[in-house]
């Protein structure tokens, strides 16, 4: 502690005690106008630390809480009477579980991709030193923030009978989708594990050969022991995303009975069966909840003592020969490729390179009158997802504020992993689920609501909440407490306390958060499918509406929307990731 801070505190102290000779029991006094002050100051201070937690809490029962549980209850009334009933005829149905069977299958195996292919990119990525190292972490990070439509535009260029993989005949397949998803979440396992395995003390791993053990084997028993709460945390992540990718499905043409997310839209738009919908939510919502719970009880089963530290990166060596091949050949194949072929496609037009197909971007397509261009399209979209911004950043950061206070009362604690834990539920129920739980609980109660197009934003703002407070809270908890501590001591009121040491931190975290829910908003398709008016669509609404039509103009017009919007938003992300403070962690965690 500073002297001077000493010397101020020794004075607050005797001041806030009064005058040794003075009337201690006098109201007039200073030391009693102080104590006056700092009571009510501490009043206010609880009720506004209150309103920091109830009035986002309030939101998140209001966007997430009633529209969820309402699809709950659906499932279980019938005609106004608890019933069972309509859980007996889905799930009687064979297709149920077929549907029930693919979507697992689908998950696993971009799970088990995924982890294979990720942890030797973790390796070359963050433990070996090369040129050229930095730009291959930027490309292996792209795939996780470009949005879902993207990626599966982006294959279906690739694997089309006109593409360059058109001869393995791949288009449309469960092969197709899986190899989709291994694209979209290898950077996860990358990032997570490869953060973990930069910090790991190598001595052991050493040790270990020294008495004679061959790579694999000191890999095998010394460092993947280690690496194992990283492991299984990226990979329920990924088994998460990977069983509620609506997008990707959507785009690669929904190959043989579909997944329970596209089923799910199908009941509810095409046969407009909305108890049948909400007990595949049901059932949906049963599967994310028990894979939750498996991970959970995996990562606490690896946890160990860990001895982590700076360690330096070694030169990538001979030893290194099959980890290098496998990443530079996943980077070059299943992330490059894709990327260059949308990019190459939506410059073509039979078979002679041409702008034409971003020169339809201001119509509607062939075939089709009325309803919005792309350009009108990408307008809306950057509205609404300037609108969901704000909302995400209005709830996030009080609740930021609040998660990130260290105290050591049992009872706060408790109340923070509750909030916590009720923060990042979006991220374990579906979009699609939310956006059905709109239309059967908020839209249902009030149309004019959902006419004005007020819901859009709303729902992705419940869909961008958890990156938000995930942005903020490793920023907010790197403050030293000890410096609230001496402002409070100081005679700070715990407003001005928030003003001068919580300000810039936060200052400096909110550009990251912001973009994250700024670029999450812009792909955003599973709920936004629901409740987007059809005068006023997003754009990856309308680049699936393009590829639905037949033609070669409309196609063209998707891919060359696609890649218009993939480069906004990875503009947005680099400006995120240049305002990414050190030592905030990785959201994807």
């Not at 689908?106 to 292919?117: K, R």
């Not at 990718?245 to 997944?259: D, K, R, S």
Request: hydrophobic content about 50%; charged content about 15%.
């Amino acid at each position: 502690m500073h002297p001077s801070s000493r010397t101020s505190r020794t004075s607050l102290r005797t001041a806030t005690r009064g005058s040794p000779t003075g009337p201690r029991s006098s109201k007039t006094t200073p030391a009693n106008r102080l104590a006056g002050n700092t009571r009510a100051s501490g009043v206010l201070g609880k009720i506004a630390w209150t309103a920091a937690a109830v009035v986002p809490l309030a939101f998140l029962a209001v966007f997430f809480g009633w529209p969820v549980g309402a699809i709950l209850a659906r499932g279980f009334v019938t005609d106004g009477q608890f019933s069972l009933a309509m859980f007996g005829e889905v799930l009687g149905e064979s297709r149920t579980w077929r549907i029930v069977a693919q979507t697992l299958w689908m998950a696993i195996g971009g799970t088990l991709g995924s982890v294979l292919l990720g942890i030797p990119g973790a390796y070359i990525l963050y433990r070996r030193r090369f040129p050229g190292r930095a730009v291959l972490r930027g490309i292996a990070t792209v795939p996780f923030v470009l949005p879902t439509v993207v990626v599966g535009v982006a294959f279906r260029a690739l694997l089309a009978k006109q593409g360059p993989l058109g001869f393995l005949g791949l288009d449309g397949t469960t092969t197709a989708v899986i190899l989709a998803m291994v694209f979209f979440n290898f950077s996860i396992v990358v990032r997570q594990v490869g953060s973990l395995w930069a910090t790991l003390d190598p001595r052991m791993t050493e040790a270990a050969r020294t008495l004679g053990a061959s790579p694999f084997r000191a890999f095998r028993t010394v460092t993947l022991p280690q690496l194992g709460p990283a492991i299984a945390s990226s990979a329920s992540l990924v088994f998460l995303y990977c069983s509620t990718a609506f997008g990707i499905v959507v785009t690669l043409g929904q190959p043989g009975y579909g997944t329970l997310e596209t089923e799910i839209y199908t009941q509810t738009t095409v046969f407009l069966n909305l108890p049948g919908a909400a007990v595949l939510s049901v059932l949906q919502f049963a599967i994310v909840l028990v894979a939750v719970l498996v991970s959970n009880r995996a990562r606490s089963g690896t946890e160990t003592t860990l001895k982590l530290g700076e360690v330096k990166d070694a030169r990538l060596g001979r030893g290194d020969l099959w980890p290098a091949i496998v990443t530079f050949g996943t980077i070059g194949t299943l992330i490059l490729a894709p990327l260059v072929a949308l990019v190459a496609r939506s410059l073509q037009r039979g078979g002679e390179w041409s702008f034409a197909n971003y020169a339809l971007l201001g119509t509607s397509g062939t075939g089709f009158a009325g309803g919005a261009t792309v350009l009108e399209a990408l307008d809306h979209s950057l509205k609404i997802a300037l609108d969901a911004t704000m909302i995400a950043l209005a709830i996030g950061v009080p609740l930021a504020l609040v998660l990130s206070r260290r105290t050591k009362s049992r009872g706060f604690q408790r109340a923070q992993r509750v909030i916590d834990g009720a923060v990042m539920l979006p991220l374990g129920v579906s979009a699609v689920t939310v956006g059905f739980g709109f239309i059967v609980s908020i839209q249902a109660f009030a149309p004019q609501l959902a006419m004005s197009g007020l819901l859009v934003p709303l729902a992705q703002a419940v869909v961008a909440l958890p990156l938000v407070v995930r942005s903020l809270v490793p920023v907010l908890r790197a403050i030293d407490p000890r410096l609230r501590e001496a402002a409070a001591t100081l005679g700070a009121s715990p407003a001005r306390i928030l003003r001068t040491v919580d300000g810039p931190f936060l200052a400096r975290g909110l550009g990251l958060a912001a973009g994250f829910a700024f670029a999450v908003s812009l792909g955003e398709f599973g709920a936004t499918s629901f409740l987007a008016r059809p005068d006023y669509v997003t754009l990856p609404v309308l680049i699936v509406r393009l590829l639905s039509r037949p033609g070669a103009d409309n196609y063209g017009m998707a891919l060359a929307a696609a890649v218009l919007l993939a480069a906004v938003t990875a503009t947005v992300m680099v400006v995120c990731e240049k305002l990414r403070p050190r030592g905030a962690g990785e959201v994807t965690g």
